[in-house]
């Protein structure tokens, strides 16, 4: 089944640098990368998704950036504030389905 | 945007009591939800899929008789955690997808179960 991969477990970013987070994942059918963001006591919330016939997103100072041949997708922060402290999760699925998820990462920004 | 709402979103319960968690789709419609579960500093461990009208489908090592689920309706799922006990006390959060396959799973904002 699918397997995913997540680095750092913990990231330290000055505030104003920038953050990168990565995932690799196993099964060579899955076509759908959301990121999550998830606060302390609080559900995750999506932040963006990339699918597998793109390479590239972005939205603001969020982007992902999907490589289907070596099979990693990687979040970049740019710009980062202290808000954009918490836990961050990476998932893959095959046709919009069950989601496996990475192990997290958790983002501090220091002022 | 799709918006998923859960509740409660804490519960303390004594041990051998039953806590209802009910996760609700606002503006869309859902013919399955998902359950998760999450220990402290964890990813989500996914517990069950909630299908509309049918039963659930449960993750290897869940009890369905432990944690009952019914999807009555396109917009509600519902978690019975029966005969609770302290093992129990976790993070519960349910996610949902449109009907239509459009845009991301959308997650509630989760359940602090703590049982006594």
């Known amino acids: 089944g699918e397997n995913v991969e997540q680095h750092p477990s913990t990231l330290s970013v000055q505030e104003g640098d920038s953050a990168v987070i990565k995932c690799t994942y196993s099964?060579?059918?899955?076509?759908?990368f959301p990121w999550y963001k998830q606060e302390l006591g609080k559900g995750p919330q999506l932040i963006i998704d990339i699918r597998s016939n793109v390479g590239e997103k972005k939205d603001q100072r969020i982007a992902v950036t999907l490589n289907k041949t070596a099979k990693h997708f990687s979040l970049h922060i740019t710009e980062t504030q202290p808000e954009d402290s918490a836990v961050y999760f990476c998932a893959a699925s095959i046709g919009d389905y069950q989601l496996i998820w990475g192990a997290g990462t958790k983002l501090i920004i220091k002022p | 945007g799709a918006v998923v709402s859960q509740h409660p979103s804490w519960v303390i319960c004594k041990s051998g009591t039953s806590v209802k968690i009910e996760c609700r789709s606002l503006?869309?419609?859902?013919?399955?939800m998902f359950w998760y579960r999450q220990f402290p500093k964890q990813s989500l461990m996914l517990m069950a899929t909630s299908n509309e009208g049918s039963k659930a489908t449960y993750e290897q090592g869940v009890e369905k008789d432990k944690f009952l689920i019914n999807h009555a309706s396109l917009t509600l799922s519902t978690l019975t955690v029966t005969s609770a006990h302290p093992e129990d006390s976790s993070f519960y959060i349910c996610?949902?997808?449109?009907?239509?396959?459009?845009?991301?799973?959308?997650f509630g904002s989760g359940t602090r179960l703590t049982v006594v």
């Open positions: 503006d869309f419609q859902a013919t399955t």
């Open positions: 099964d060579s059918a899955s076509n759908y």
């Open positions: 996610s949902a997808r449109p009907l239509s396959g459009q845009g991301g799973y959308t």
